[in-house]
């Protein structure tokens, strides 16, 4: 069982960051591959990110990669998702998710198990 819950979230202007974590409680958080995901009004949720759960490898969707940056901290049970050159499009509720039977490179929504209630990220143009 895996807890998740996201924090960081805000309103910031177009090229500002935002650094978003998601605490979890559960037993696999350490053997867990750990994603970011976000859903726009009206739109389906999609992938942004994801982490091995040693944190040795990453996987990005390509409307982020190169200002995004996800990272965990298997001590702190945390995972981070870095947010630079921020742009409007990204405006969005943020999930966090794991999985611990998942590989690094798994985006796909319905195959993750637990997720955390989200946290609003609006940027303004």
């Known amino acids: 069982q895996v807890q998740l819950v996201e924090s960081g979230g805000g309103l910031v202007q177009a090229g500002g960051s935002l650094r978003l974590s998601c605490a979890a409680s559960?037993?696999?958080?350490?053997?867990?591959?750990m994603g970011w995901f976000r859903q726009a009004p009206g739109k389906e949720r999609e992938f942004v990110a994801a982490?091995?759960?040693?944190?040795?490898?990453?996987y990005y969707a390509d409307s982020v990669k190169g200002r995004f940056t996800i990272s965990r901290d298997n001590a702190k049970n945390t995972v981070y998702l870095q947010m630079n050159s921020l742009k409007p499009e990204d405006t969005a509720v943020y999930y966090c998710?794991?999985?611990?039977?998942?590989?690094?490179?798994?985006?796909?929504?319905?195959?993750?198990?637990?997720w955390g209630q989200g946290t609003q990220v609006t940027v303004s143009s």
């Open positions: 998710a794991a999985d611990p039977r998942l590989g690094y490179r798994d985006y796909r929504v319905p195959n993750y198990y637990y």
């Open positions: 982490v091995s759960w040693s944190g040795g490898n990453t």
């Open positions: 559960g037993r696999t958080f350490g053997t867990s591959t």
